[in-house]
């Protein structure tokens, strides 16, 4: 039983994967959001429904996501970069800094970290 769980699991985050990739981000938070009712402890869905809901300019759902992601995964340089992301477009610079210097603290060699640096330092005289 608790393999099929996982099988369907993965059938829901899969078909997820393909909405999103053809741009049908409402179906494919649907498909995560179900492989999540099946089995909430998934990181790896709860961020690419983040980023979904990104897509959906629903950008207090995708923080949460990547908040539990985050708690899931402590060292999820993405997770933190895209939660950065959503709180910028919030106006929020603050905690948006704050997630962006964690991501860079994590892996300061990511291809990403370049335009994490360049965006810090857009915000020196915002945020200080």
């Given amino acids: 039983m608790v393999s099929n ?3 369907n ?3 829901y985050f899969n078909r997820g994967q393909a909405h999103f990739a053809a741009g049908d981000y409402d179906s494919a938070i649907a498909d995560y959001t179900e492989a999540l009712r099946l089995n909430d ?3 790896d869905v709860y961020y690419y ?3 979904a809901k990104i897509a959906c300019k629903n950008y207090i759902g995708a923080i949460v996501d990547f908040t539990v992601a985050i708690r899931f995964n402590p060292q999820f340089f993405e997770a933190y970069r895209d939660r950065g992301n959503a709180l910028e477009r919030l106006g929020d610079l603050i905690d948006a800094k704050a ?3 964690k991501a860079l603290d994590l892996n300061p060699r990511h291809p990403q970290a370049e335009y994490l640096r360049s965006k810090l330092g857009q915000w020196r005289s915002v945020t200080g």
């Fill in 5 to 7: 769980v996982f099988q």
């Fill in 9 to 11: 699991t993965d059938v």
């Fill in 99 to 101: 997630d962006f210097l």
């Fill in 49 to 51: 429904r983040g980023q």
């Fill in 41 to 43: 402890h998934e990181t």
